[in-house]
């Protein structure tokens, strides 16, 4: 062992700031967590604080907190069935244009709104949207329809966070995918030419057979989204008329812990998060490794 170490002392030397940095922000934090067990309150250390046990679990059993976690799968879920498989398609959409310089022009243009924060999206969501002088209530009127009030109502917000979802992500995570296509050997098209195999036959058993072990990384990533849906992009579109329905575990968390003060409940909350995310990723690379052999250990 000592002499593989010494043969790559390079490759370590150069790995060792990234784990140094790892280890002071990523696991020294987690001495936190035990503020999820004790009565912890602003001006004392969190290691002075008196211990709580299961206490500031309480909130599982608060039906305000059910409601979260509904209205957490339900966008999540959404998000995921709409999301996830978008990226795939415009990337096979993209990688059929012959004219590269369509081609640029089509990467940059859905790459550019992953630049945009989620607050410009919401301003640009309200300056369409609203009820005055939003310009699709403009052509609801002139086309003799009633304004909709959109960004108020509860019936419209999930919609209008999935679409956002789309129009800002769906482009940026076609790069991983674009790269992914560019590493299949060019002959295995031209085998399928002349075996006279249509775009669609060759999609079907050359281009997603090859970039199914990015998909696969992809969607192990992707699971632990379904816990997470998002407080920045839904915080700046939440409003008292469609709290009912927009009200998820970030915003439960930033209300709780931070405005309110209940910092064991808060952090209860986000450890039990991340325990099902973990089990999620755990589960969907245990299942993926079985059913393609591709997964992330």
């Known amino acids: 062992m000592y002499n593989k170490i010494y043969k790559y002392r390079w490759q370590y030397l150069m790995i060792l700031p990234g784990v140094v940095l790892l ?8 001495a936190g967590i035990q503020v999820a067990f004790k009565d912890f309150q602003i001006g004392t250390s969190i290691w002075d604080s008196t211990w709580a046990g299961w206490d500031n679990f309480s909130f599982l059993e608060d039906l305000q907190f059910l409601t979260v976690v509904q ?3 339900y966008i999540s879920v959404l998000k995921f069935i709409c999301g996830f498989p978008a990226p795939i398609l415009l990337a096979l959409l ?3 244009v012959t004219r590269p310089a369509f081609k640029r022009f089509v990467q940059s243009v859905s790459y550019l709104p992953h630049f945009f924060s989620w607050i410009v999206v919401a301003y640009i969501l309200q300056s369409f949207l609203t009820l005055d002088g939003g310009l699709v209530n403009q052509f ?4 003799g329809g009633e304004p909709v009030f959109f960004l108020g109502s509860t019936e419209w917000f999930r919609p209008i966070v999935v ?8 482009g940026w995570n076609t790069i991983l995918y674009l790269a992914a296509i560019t590493t299949i050997d060019p002959q295995l098209y031209e085998s399928a030419k002349v075996e006279g195999a249509g775009k669609l036959a060759q999609i079907r058993h050359i281009t997603l057979p090859g970039i199914m072990p990015t998909i696969s990384i992809v969607l192990i990533l992707s699971i632990p989204s379904l816990i997470t849906v998002g407080m ?4 700046p579109l939440m409003n ?8 998820v575990l970030d915003t439960y968390i930033l209300r709780n812990g931070l405005q309110q003060g209940y910092f064991g409940m808060a952090t209860a909350v986000g450890l039990l998060s991340s325990l099902i995310s973990l089990i999620l990723v755990v589960s969907t690379n245990q299942l993926s490794r079985k059913l393609n052999g591709e997964g992330l250990w």
């Open 23 to 30: 280890f002071l922000f990523s696991y020294i934090p987690m």
């Open 163 to 170: 679409f956002s979802g789309l129009w800002k992500e769906t």
């Open 232 to 235: 920045d992009q839904i915080y």
């Open 140 to 143: 609801i009127g002139q086309a």
């Open 71 to 73: 209205n957490t799968l």
């Open 240 to 247: 008292s008329a469609n709290h009912s329905v927009a009200d």
């Open 94 to 96: 993209i990688n059929e």
